[in-house]
């Protein structure tokens, strides 16, 4: 045999005996929250929240590799026949307008920022998690009692929320405040 074949033939062996003992099975658990609930202005709201608990165990060695958790929110007035699904988006904020219903919620958004090293003229990338705030408008054109047509849900501006919320009622959705703004101190203002 020569010398790059064995070299070849060992490091294969590595390979594989690595991957038998570090290859993880996956456990999941999942639970489903729903909370109903009938705001002051009579409207039935219903939010459902799903976690998922993901749990890596070592195939062979039993070793535990940590868990993640993520979760998903869900509501749906019942009057209105009206659903929302935020996904990764945890709501916040209900407001009832005579012509529509809009929605504040917030969410966990990946940002990347590429910047280039000035020692090695070399693009680098950083990401970093922000909880950001977003705001959405229900598109109701629905007819025939709401049977035919669609509903849908579009991103609006901060400046489009905040001109309706005076003449409209706005009500918190009951959630489990996973995720909050960062809040400001005092002594960020300081000179």
Known sequence: MTNTFRITITAL????????????DYQEEETIDKTSIILPNGKHIVVEKTNTESTAIGVFSNHNY??????????????????????SGEPKNITFCKDTTY???LKEKTITTNY?????QETERHQ???????????????YFFKLLGSDYW???????????SNECEEYQIP????????????DDFKE
């Open 13 to 24: 062996l590595l390979i594989a005996f690595n991957c038998l003992f570090t290859s993880c």
């Open 66 to 87: 940590g868990t993640t958790h993520r979760f998903t929110y869900k509501f749906s007035i019942d009057q209105d026949r009206i659903d929302w699904d935020g996904g």
């Open 154 to 164: 579009v991103d609006i501006p901060l400046e489009h929320y905040t001109s309706i």
């Open 116 to 120: 280039t090293d000035s020692l090695t």
């Open 175 to 186: 959630n489990d405040e996973e995720l909050a703004l960062p809040s400001m101190k005092n």
């Open 103 to 105: 929605i504040r919620y």
């Open 128 to 142: 970093r998690n922000e909880i950001q705030e977003f705001f959405q408008k229900h598109i109701d054109k629905r």
